[in-house]
């Protein structure tokens, strides 16, 4: 089975739950296949554990959710070594964090010092206890949500802390149509018990590597590099995309592609998942703030304002 059949059956099986969100799941999938983190800013009830759930059953993996408060503890989060009086001697205790698939919710009602214990393990996939460092299963992902409405008693995601999510996106309410349909299924008992895995997690882990082989042409490369020095040079923007970034967005266009079908990216992979993948990346000047002007307006002038490259299929399937 080729790895595009492999991840729609995932996207087919995740849609028995998920209604209408096709595109959301496949930018969660986008950033599970290239290693990667989804911050996910929504307001409550739109389906966010729902869907991070079902990814988690769709591939056998063991799924974790940790509900951040203000009182949480850094120990809460990573473990903590227990001294055993019987055997005189540490026993360590796994914390959620180490889990494939972590439902991270509510990230900013909790302390800086919980939110920094999260950094190690998004960027380096372990966290360290008492001087000792602890890798975690593989595959891992993370996705972090986060309340765009209710903003008291909340610690916003210092920028090194965004910086490591690859994709940063929204579920957004339902339409008409497709909440009909969830009530359907919700009276048919369909979701109840949840669903079965159609991949297992060491598939999900060739699929990553079969991501890593997917081509990309010079001038795919000079185009996301253009795109993310130009939100360095905008006067609206008084921090731009990092290097990290311009990575991440070659990681996220790999990834897409595969999931399209392709062994090879082409400009329009990148297009589609810039706003996602960069728009967390940028601060804007005071300036800019007080005018009204938005991240999104920014990067669609960008978008708009950079050339696009012509590259044969040959150069890119070569």
Partial sequence: MTAAKQINQIIENIERTVVGKRKEIELCLTALLADGHVLLEDVPGVGKTLLVKSMAQSIGAEFKRIQFTPDLLPSDVTGVSIYNQQSQSFTFRPGPIMANIVLADEINR????????????????????????????????????QNPVEYAGTFPLPEAQLDRFLIKLQIGYPSINEELEMLS????????????????????????????????????????????????????????VSPRGTIALMKAAQAYALIQGRSF??????????????????????????????????????????????????????
């Fill in 265 to 318: 990216v082409i400009p329009d992979d990148v297009k589609h998942l810039a706003m996602n993948v960069l728009s967390h990346r940028i601060l804007l000047t005071t300036d800019a703030k007080l005018a009204n002007i938005t991240i999104s307006h920014i990067l669609k002038d960008i978008l708009k304002r950079t050339e696009v490259p012509v590259v044969k299929s040959r150069a890119l399937s070569s």
């Fill in 185 to 240: 299924r919700i009276e048919e008992g369909m979701m109840d018990d949840g669903i079965a895995p159609v991949l297992t997690t060491e598939q999900i882990l060739a699929l990553q590597e079969e991501v890593n082989r997917v081509r990309v042409d010079v001038q795919v490369k000079s185009y996301i590099v253009r795109l993310t020095h130009a939100t360095r040079a905008h006067r609206s923007v008084d921090l731009g």
């Fill in 110 to 145: 909790t302390s800086p010092k919980t939110q920094s214990a999260l950094l190690e393990s998004l960027e380096e996939a372990s966290i360290t206890i008492d001087g000792e460092t602890r890798h975690l299963s593989k595959p891992f992902f993370v996705m972090a949500t």
